[in-house]
């Protein structure tokens, strides 16, 4: 899972976005002062979904959504998850 700490909006805020390999999807959450989740957003399509909720937080550049495409990307050609796709196209 990837995990990039991006400038919030508001010092009341810390926001994060990444890419979790396991679940394959994108997401941000917004974090308050206290540490506690103000809000999640999970999505499977496309790190410009995630960024476009995030707005009232922050703003997630160009340069960072090319690295969370480039790392969903790399999941396909990851040795673990060529295996499982081997093993699933032989019906095991």
């Given at each position: 899972?990837?995990?990039?700490?991006?400038?919030?909006?508001?010092?009341?805020?810390?926001?994060?976005?990444?890419?979790?390999?396991?679940?394959?999807?994108?997401?941000?959450t917004v974090y308050d002062r206290e540490g506690d989740v103000v809000?999640?957003?999970?999505?499977?399509?496309?790190?410009?979904?995630?960024a476009e909720q995030l707005t009232a937080?922050?703003?997630?550049?160009?340069?960072?959504?090319?690295?969370?495409?480039?790392?969903?990307?790399?999941?396909?050609?990851?040795?673990?998850?060529?295996?499982?796709?081997?093993?699933?196209?032989?019906?095991?």
């Amino acid at each position: 899972m990837s995990r990039h700490t991006i400038d919030a909006l508001s010092s009341d805020h810390e926001v994060v976005v990444g890419y979790d390999r396991p679940l394959d999807n994108f997401f941000g959450t917004v974090y308050d002062r206290e540490g506690d989740v103000v809000c999640w957003i999970p999505s499977e399509d496309s790190p410009e979904a995630v960024a476009e909720q995030l707005t009232a937080y922050a703003v997630v550049s160009p340069a960072l959504l090319t690295t969370l495409r480039t790392e969903r990307q790399h999941r396909a050609t990851h040795p673990m998850r060529l295996a499982a796709d081997h093993r699933t196209a032989a019906g095991r």
